[in-house]
């Protein structure tokens, strides 16, 4: 079934992604009933247990024993999430050159400008293109 058969349905990765954002706003770890607590809609407690385990498991989420069940807390956090899956998607295209111009074209005047900053300020600490001196 797809996601307009059922509106009330997440998208693939949706919730995922909705659970790693809790665990990014929070203050410290949480367990699987915190977490369901900050989601929004009618999830289940075994849905969000099963979420958390299968990130827990991709190792994107560290966890420990709270209690009779787990605490659990992001490995990374939201910036370098993004960043590896946006490298990760650079690195799926066949024309590296061709991805990173439409990005580039495509970003706004203040994040151009933003990254023209961020790449002064990494050629002159004199690092290379792959982050080594």
């Known amino acids: 079934m797809n996601h ?7 998208a693939r990765g949706e ?3 909705d659970v790693l954002a809790a665990l990014w706003a929070a203050d410290g770890p949480l367990t699987a009933r915190q977490v ?3 989601l929004p809609g009618d ?3 075994t849905t969000v247990l099963t979420i958390l385990s299968r990130l827990h498991d991709k190792g994107m989420l560290v966890r420990h024993r709270e209690g009779r069940g787990f605490a659990y807390a992001p490995v990374r956090d ?14 799926e295209g066949s024309d590296r050159e061709a991805v990173l111009t439409r ?3 495509e970003l706004s005047a203040r994040d151009e400008q933003l990254l023209h900053q961020l790449l ?3 050629e002159a600490r ?3 293109s792959d982050g080594r001196q």
Do not use: I, Q, W
């Not at 307009?4 to 997440?10: D, L, S």
């Not at 939201?78 to 690195?91: G, N, P």
């Open 4 to 10: 307009r058969e059922n509106p009330g349905r997440r």
């Open 15 to 17: 919730l995922e992604s």
């Open 36 to 38: 369901l607590k900050r």
């Open 43 to 45: 999830l289940a407690y």
């Open 78 to 91: 939201e910036a370098s999430h993004t960043a590896r899956r946006m490298r990760s998607l650079l690195e």
């Open 103 to 105: 990005f580039v074209s």
């Open 120 to 122: 002064s300020g990494h």
């Open 126 to 128: 004199g690092e290379g």
